[in-house]
């Protein structure tokens, strides 16, 4: 019997109009301070409905604008390689903590680690990561830039047990008690 070996996978949602975030903190909390009001005061007219479907709308404007980068883990010996070329920096309390120069290696090991790119619809989208990835990251903020290495230390850095659900094995219990 031959073993095949599927490296690990991730998702990364990546919104690419940043307005949109701003808009939808600014509605939600528009809508959180008409809730706590209305509860308040019944007789006040409830602008609640109008306000929560902005916050929904909003919500679907920032899923047709984002797109999603699958990751896979990069093959052993790859990953090895790139751990060894790129020596933690001295004083650098991240680069202690991983063993690695973690700014460094994310430069080569991101776009290695890009599969394929969707939109929001799940259709495949054309991008050569080798080509395209470093002006994308350039123009992202760190926070965005962060996603996708914590993406990438996952799948190659990370734990690989079998996951666990409890919700989804108590769901399972309760229904077969039934």
Same mark, same amino acid.
């Given at each position: ?14 919104? @690419?109009?940043?307005? @949109? ?19 308040? !005061?019944?007789?006040?007219? !409830?602008?609640?409905?109008? +306000?929560?479907?902005?916050?929904? !709308? ?25 751990? =060894? ?18 700014? =460094?290696?994310?430069?080569?090991? @991101? ?12 259709? =495949? @989208?054309?991008?050569?990561? =080798? ?7 350039? !123009? ?25 659900? +409890? ?12």
């Amino acid at each position: 019997m031959t073993l095949t070996v599927k490296r690990p996978e991730t998702r990364v949602s990546f919104c @690419l109009d940043g307005d @949109l975030k701003a808009a939808h903190e600014a509605a939600d909390a528009e809508y959180t301070a008409a809730r706590a009001r209305s509860v308040v !005061d019944a007789r006040l007219n !409830d602008p609640t409905k109008d +306000l929560a479907q902005k916050v929904i !709308d909003l919500e679907d404007q920032m899923k047709a604008a984002s797109v999603t980068f699958l990751i896979r883990g990069l093959p052993r010996g790859d990953w090895s390689g790139l751990k =060894a070329a790129h020596a933690p920096r001295p004083e650098n309390t991240t680069d202690k903590a991983y063993g690695f120069n973690v700014e =460094a290696l994310m430069v080569e090991a @991101l776009p290695k680690s890009i599969v394929s790119v969707e939109n929001h619809s799940g259709e =495949a @989208l054309p991008f050569d990561p =080798a080509k395209e990835w470093d002006a994308l990251a350039d !123009d992202m903020t760190d926070s965005q830039y962060e996603d996708f290495v914590l993406a990438v230390l996952r799948v190659n850095a990370g734990r690989n047990d079998v996951p666990f659900s +409890l919700s989804a094995f108590r769901m399972i219990q309760d229904s077969e008690q039934k």
